[in-house]
T-cell receptor, first 113, second 113 residues
Framework: EAQVTQNPRYLITVTGKKLTVTCSQN?????MSWYRQDPGLGLRQIYY???????DKGDVPEGYKVSRKEKRNFPLILESPSPNQTSLYFC????????????FGPGTRLTVL | AQSVAQPEDQVNVAEGNPLTVKCTYS??????LFWYVQYPNRGLQFLLK??????LVKGSYGFEAEFNKSQTSFHLKKPSALVSDSALYFC???????????FGTGTRLTVIP
């Protein structure tokens, strides 16, 4: 089954404790992206990757890191999480941008205490 | 800069009635426009897109949208609403030359039996 998977689905952590949210897709997509969803703000893009070893900042990259060493994986790293990073996070992938629709993962709900 | 507005946070419609979810955009150059739907506790699912060509675009689950360049709008429509259409709907836009997709804040559609 073609899909985007994220792990973990739910995470509660404390301020300053480094964490990684994994994202993997099995559709051989070049483009991958991370979004956060907050009430009243919709989805905002954190980082995106046009292909392996090519990443760029989205609209809200502060406090986040990403890497794209393999085509299928695009992990999101929070080096020192803070409470304002409490949010619902989505990973997405697509065939070469810009014409193709994105496929979204199920989401990761992160709470930083 | 690209932006998209969904002026209604909430839309209520009776089952069987036509529904409209509004979206207006602002981009430089030609827009690429998308509609996504999010059901509770799920990731976003692609509904339809406008890239070029016919202004009326048909998508999944009986939805359609009309691209209106003069009014910079891309409203989502369905002739007869179902209770199962109740969900959160997002409009998104990409402008020529940009590598990211910009989402609106979402409209919650409730179809009343």
């Amino acid at each position: 089954e073609a899909q985007v998977t994220q792990n973990p689905r739910y995470l509660i952590t404390v301020t300053g404790k480094k964490l990684t949210v994994t994202c993997s897709q099995n559709m051989n997509h070049e483009y991958m992206s991370w979004y956060r969803q907050d009430p009243g703000l919709g989805l905002r893009q954190i980082y995106y990757s046009m292909n392996v070893e090519v990443t760029d900042k989205g609209d809200v990259p502060e406090g986040y890191k990403v890497s794209r060493k393999e085509k299928r994986n695009f992990p999101l790293i929070l080096e020192s999480p803070s409470p304002n990073q409490t949010s619902l996070y989505f990973c997405a992938s697509s065939l070469p941008f810009p014409y193709n629709e994105q496929f979204f993962g199920p989401g990761t709900r992160l709470t930083v205490l | 800069a690209q932006s998209v507005a969904q002026p209604e946070d909430q839309v209520n419609v009776a089952e069987g009635n036509p529904l409209t979810v509004k979206c207006t955009y602002s981009v430089s150059g030609n827009p690429y426009l998308f509609w996504y739907v999010q059901y509770p506790n799920r990731g976003l699912q692609f509904l339809l897109k406008y890239i070029t060509g016919d202004n009326l675009v048909k998508g999944s689950y009986g939805f359609e949208a009309e691209f209106n360049k003069s009014q910079t709008s891309f409203h989502l429509k369905k002739p007869s609403a179902l209770v199962s259409d109740s969900a959160l709907y997002f409009c998104a836009v990409r402008q020529t030359g940009a590598n990211n997709l910009f989402f609106g804040t979402g409209t919650r559609l409730t179809v009343i039996p």
